[in-house]
């Protein structure tokens, strides 16, 4: 039965960690509607390395021209294609501060909001909020710079709270500054990627202090998995959607199950 719930947390994870709905929301919500909480931060930390999986086998190709750009340029065989990505190497750099710095200071604090459904789902309401209001954003294509990088990755340190979206958060900013859907929701994931790894790093200590059972391991394999499988087929839709401006679907849902959620919490405490 364990075994089962890790598999259906990590379907969650890996649907949810890039679908603008909040991830981090819907492992708090979906831990407490299973009684599955017992692997804490390390499960959670595995599913985010599952999710880690997808977008490096979707953005394989941007991926490999980031870490080729900064030995051609070195070598001095850089052509603009080069620049362009050595500069994306900078900027997803710039876009990491924020949260590493919410991460090391504020890591206490934040490991207790986990633990508040309540908060998951008010943080779900901000969401809904900010994904109606981006089919309102005009259209432009600004480039990715030094401090659109920045605020952009203010919105992912903020998004460390659960319920609030990172794809969702980050992407509207972007938006809001100019910078193209697409363009936007591509540095976005690949953007994720030091987030995550920051975040699992962060908690190895624990899982050193604290080391899962064999049967433990199981569901923290099998949640991996299922997570890795779920976010590749989560980015492909979600750029599909972002094409067609229609952030505004996952607003609607952010809504209807922060107010079913609400509903339930206010009427159990009764």
């Not at 379907?11 to 679908?19: A, M, R, S, Y």
């Not at 603009?80 to 710039?94: C, E, G, I, K, T």
């Not at 050193?208 to 949640?223: H, I, K, V």
Request: hydrophobic share 55%; with cysteine; aromatic share 10%.
């Amino acid at each position: 039965m364990e075994l089962l719930k890790a598999i259906i947390l990590g379907i969650v994870q890996g649907l949810t960690e890039f679908l603008p709905v909040s991830s981090s929301g819907h492992l708090v919500i979906g831990s407490e509607l299973l009684n599955f909480q017992e692997q804490g931060v390390v499960f959670d930390v595995c599913l985010h390395l599952g999710t880690l999986v997808s977008v490096i086998i979707v953005f394989r190709e941007e991926l490999l021209a980031m870490v080729k750009a900064p030995i051609a340029l070195l070598r001095g065989s850089g052509d603009a294609n080069d620049h362009h990505y050595f500069r994306w190497d900078m900027y997803v750099v710039l876009a990491t501060l924020p949260a590493v710095f919410v991460g090391l200071f504020f890591k206490d604090a934040i490991q207790q909001l986990f633990s508040s459904i309540l908060v998951a789902y008010c943080m779900l309401v901000v969401t809904g909020v900010l994904m109606i209001i981006a089919q309102y954003i005009p259209e432009r294509d600004k480039p990715v710079n030094w401090y659109r990088s920045i605020l952009v990755g203010c919105a992912q340190a903020c998004a460390i709270l659960p319920g609030l979206s990172r794809s969702g958060s980050t992407i509207f900013v972007g938006m809001y500054l100019g910078i193209s859907r697409e363009k936007i929701a591509r540095f976005s994931f690949i953007m994720s990627i030091p987030a995550i790894l920051g975040a699992a790093v962060l908690q190895f200590g624990e899982l050193f202090r604290n080391p899962p059972t064999n049967d433990a391991l199981l569901n923290l394999a099998a949640g991996t998995v299922m997570s890795a499988v779920a976010g590749y087929f989560a980015i492909k839709l979600l750029l599909d959607i972002i094409r067609r401006n229609r952030l505004q679907w996952f607003g609607y849902y952010c809504l209807l199950l922060a107010a079913v959620g609400l509903i339930h919490h206010f009427l159990s405490a009764a």
